[in-house]
């Protein structure tokens, strides 16, 4: 049964006292204390993440031990051992365990990666964070778990001791997000390796649309605030990304939409408006164009599917 209400529950990170942008680190809910050298315990996280909910922030879900599933936006990941998983803002996920869980959960604000790796890869450059090549869970050796592992140790000491150095906390995850960017490569298909790297137009694009989705509908308006014809635009989507402007902006809505539909109790002309479609109508049949199904009869089918 997919818990719903009257929105999907969304968290962000609590505000620090001072100017810098914020970090937490958390153990998994059902975890067990196995350091004991720490003075402060890690605490575990307050989130339940056992229900569907998203963030207003980035998180790393470093996995050492634990079985079960990682439900990511309708895709159903299986948990066996060591892995990192990666979210962005505004995915919906929930875990499910079925057995006790070990490793680390780390939230972050994308100001704080900037703020302390300035010259560091953007975020939606890298490939577990890019939206339309979306790698979201990259498994780990023993070697490579070891590896992680003692960074996060040091960033968890770090962490909890009152006088920490928080642009060392930063550079730590910094080193983390590249060496998984590296591991990263090895999944890629050869035919796909001379495609790997977006241009910066493509990546600022997919930047746009992520935080401007629900208000800006038009290609016309990202390339104004792009500086490049609408053409143009279009034809370096289409080239690097696999679909035009106009259908990447379209679905990154109809995937909101779907969210929306499977996880909350708001009606279709609810969700119309939620997204900034003045005509439910047109939301309707443009929904059942790219789906195939009316927004409740896709509501019905997905609630009624078995997510793990």
Do not use: W
Not at 145 to 165: G, P, Q, T, W
Not at 196 to 215: A, D, S
Not at 238 to 256: A, C, F, M, R, V
């Amino acid at each position: 049964m997919i818990p719903v209400s009257d929105a999907i529950p969304i968290h962000s990170l609590p505000k620090t006292p001072s100017q810098v942008p914020a970090l937490k680190i958390f153990r998994f809910k059902n975890s067990i204390e196995i350091n004991r050298e720490l003075a402060i315990p890690l605490p575990i996280t307050p989130l339940p993440t056992d229900t569907p909910h998203r963030h207003t922030y980035y998180e790393i879900l470093f996995v050492e031990e634990g079985q079960g599933f990682h439900e990511i936006d309708f895709h159903s990941y299986a948990v066996q051992g060591a892995g990192v998983h990666f979210l962005t803002p505004g995915q919906v996920h929930l875990l499910t365990f079925s057995s006790s869980f070990q490793g680390f959960i780390v939230a972050f604000s994308e100001d704080f990666y900037t703020f302390y790796n300035p010259v560091g890869q953007p975020l939606s450059q890298l490939p577990f964070f890019q939206p339309a090549r979306r790698q979201p869970i990259i498994t780990l050796s023993e070697t490579e778990k070891r590896y992680f592992h003692n960074i996060l140790e040091n960033m968890v000491s770090d962490h909890l001791n009152e006088d920490a150095d928080q642009a060392l906390i930063g550079k730590y995850l910094g080193v983390f997000l590249q060496k998984c960017a590296l591991l990263s490569q090895r999944n890629v298909q050869p035919e796909d390796a001379g495609t790997q790297t977006l241009p910066e137009l493509v990546g600022r694009f997919q930047e746009l649309v992520e935080k401007n989705f629900r208000q800006m509908h038009e290609v016309q308006q990202y390339a104004n605030a792009l500086s490049v014809s609408p053409d143009y635009l279009s034809k370096i989507t289409k080239k690097y990304l696999g679909t035009p402007s106009q259908e990447y902006i379209l679905d990154k809505l109809l995937l909101e939409a779907k969210r929306l539909l499977v996880f909350t109790s708001l009606s279709s002309k609810e969700i119309a408006y939620h997204i900034h479609l003045d005509d439910p109508s047109y939301f309707s049949r443009i929904f059942k164009k790219k789906t195939g199904l009316t927004p409740n009869e896709y509501r019905d089918q997905v609630r009624k599917s078995t997510i793990h």
